[in-house]
């Protein structure tokens, strides 16, 4: 699986937002980021924030020669999660209002080994990471997502302030492109709903507030009429979609499921590692039930719009684009966290399941055919 976090979409409608808001702020409250890197004398490092799971740039500055840095930036109302980006790798640090937060590190650790001070947050957050780095340490990703002692740790230490912007990092958290905490798991469902559950008390203007909400509430519904392996909602309607294809086509979401036919709808990346494989076993479905009434609708949410022409065009089904401009609301409306997701609308037009385990496909497509 791939993560937004590692994917640059939508950086410049992202970008535009940001200054909007800024531009609204009108005071001249700023938060600061500064800092040290040894090694990295004369680079440049990015400044990004974020939206929801969606990186873009908002600001840039260039070490000078002993390695130093100095970011100031309009506070946003709000805390906030915040990175910054040293050639391929990046490093988190919170902001809550309008401290000053440090960092010292070094080029070739710049994202292993380093300090944050200037807020109990930042200081909170060093040690989630901390313990995430010494619980990776020769491990393979899923062995640390699956590791019980680690959630229950971490558990602990965000139930003692769920509202702080670290708790909703610590639920966010991906290692190795797999979601830390899965809301699709009711342990970890659990854990998510406390911290939706005190923004919605404490933060009830903040931006995070109503992601969490849904977040939680979605996956609880869905998880609570679901077999095991796969994730059921009984919806009356599908949140529409209307995109291009790679041939200037325009097709709604909303129309084809109202079709009478049976949808698999598909978010992916297809420069994604495992994408060609993931399109390979598609086919294999829509070959053996397109005749008996199944559509693909996959939206591809590429960076790199050429590639996605290029990977799209020998495809059989219907294949849109999730460009910058289009923004994240389609992928939020679905609460998609991770590439590839899939969900099936039956003949009714109903979201009645969102595919966990690839292998459960092929029946689950049957039955509703």
């Known amino acids: 699986m791939i993560t937004f976090c590692k994917n640059k979409i939508y950086a410049r409608l992202m970008a535009v937002m940001a200054g909007a808001m800024l531009a609204s702020c009108g005071g001249s409250a700023e938060w600061t980021v500064d800092g040290r890197i040894e090694g990295a004398e004369g680079h440049t490092m990015i400044v990004e924030a974020n939206n929801n799971g969606m990186w873009y740039p908002l600001d840039s500055v260039k070490l000078d020669a002993g390695g130093n840095f100095k970011v100031k930036h309009a506070a946003m109302g709000y805390p906030d999660i915040y990175r910054l980006r040293l050639d391929d790798k990046t490093l988190y640090f919170p902001i809550d209002s309008i401290e000053t937060v440090t960092v010292v590190t070094t080029a070739s650790a710049f994202d292993t080994d380093y300090t944050l001070s200037g807020s109990k947050a930042a200081e909170r957050l060093m040690a989630v990471d901390r313990k995430v780095a010494g619980m990776l340490a020769g491990k393979p990703a899923m062995s640390v997502v699956n590791d019980s002692l680690l959630k229950r740790e971490l558990g602990g230490l965000l139930l003692e302030d769920p509202s702080d912007i670290v708790s909703y990092y610590i639920i966010n958290k991906r290692i190795g492109g797999l979601q830390l905490f899965d809301p699709s798991r009711p342990s970890d469902l659990k854990i998510i709903g406390a911290v939706a ?3 919605d008390h404490t933060r009830p203007a903040d931006p995070r507030t109503s992601y969490l909400r849904n977040l939680y509430l979605n996956n609880r519904k869905i998880s609570d009429a679901a077999p095991r392996d796969t994730l059921e909602a009984r919806l009356v309607n599908v949140f529409d979609i209307t995109l291009y294809d790679n041939k200037g086509t325009q097709h709604s979401l909303e ?4 079709s009478g036919k049976v949808v698999l709808l ?6 994604a590692d495992e994408s060609a ?3 390979r076993e598609l086919k294999k479905i829509y070959d053996k039930y397109h005749a008996r009434g199944l559509e693909i609708f996959q939206v591809s949410v590429d960076d790199d719009e050429y590639l996605w022409r290029q990977a799209a065009a020998p ?3 219907i294949t849109v684009y999730n460009s910058q401009a289009d923004g994240a609301r389609n992928l939020a409306n679905y609460n998609v966290v991770a590439l590839p997701t899939t969900f099936i609308i039956d003949r009714k037009g109903e979201l009645v399941a969102r595919i966990t385990d690839l292998s459960t496909l092929d029946s689950q497509v049957a039955a509703r055919l």
């Open 197 to 199: 559950n005190a923004f």
């Open 255 to 258: 129309k084809l499921a109202s």
């Open 266 to 271: 598909n978010f992916t990346a297809y420069a």
């Open 277 to 279: 494989a993931f399109n």
């Open 315 to 317: 495809l059989p089904w």
